[in-house]
């Protein structure tokens, strides 16, 4: 699995459990092919940051891939320090009108909250 993350906590190996040890790993400040990507992991506090992250990221994935976007949760500490506004609804109005629709919705760990957004399949 090729993965590329941004603005990672420094504690992500443990949510993950190591899991990308095994992945090959991608930096999107560097040249990467298109449609060589099957997840991206955005973590941001700001909206336009995490609009520009993953609108580059659309050209690298493969048409199954997944972006996965993560936010400060509203109870968050971090959240209010960072005086960060980003829910899950403002991400959608952002991100749905290039195609891109969330499929699924977690908590990462007491401070972040995550969507998964794929391409929007025709019928």
Do not use: R
């Amino acid at each position: 699995m090729n993965v590329a993350t941004w603005n990672l906590p420094s504690h992500y190996n443990e949510i993950t459990e190591n899991i990308l040890i095994e992945c090959v790993q991608f930096d999107l400040e560097n040249k990467i092919e298109e449609e060589s990507l099957d997840l991206v992991h955005i973590f941001g506090t700001d909206i336009e940051e995490i609009a520009e992250i993953f609108f580059k990221s659309i050209y690298f994935m493969k048409p199954k891939g997944a972006i996965w976007v993560s936010w400060l949760k509203g109870t968050s500490e971090l959240k209010k320090e960072l005086n960060s506004t980003i829910t899950d609804n403002i991400l959608k109005d952002v991100i749905y009108p290039c195609g891109w629709i969330a499929t699924k919705v977690c908590s990462v760990d007491s401070n972040w909250s995550g969507l998964k957004f794929m391409f929007k399949k025709e019928n």
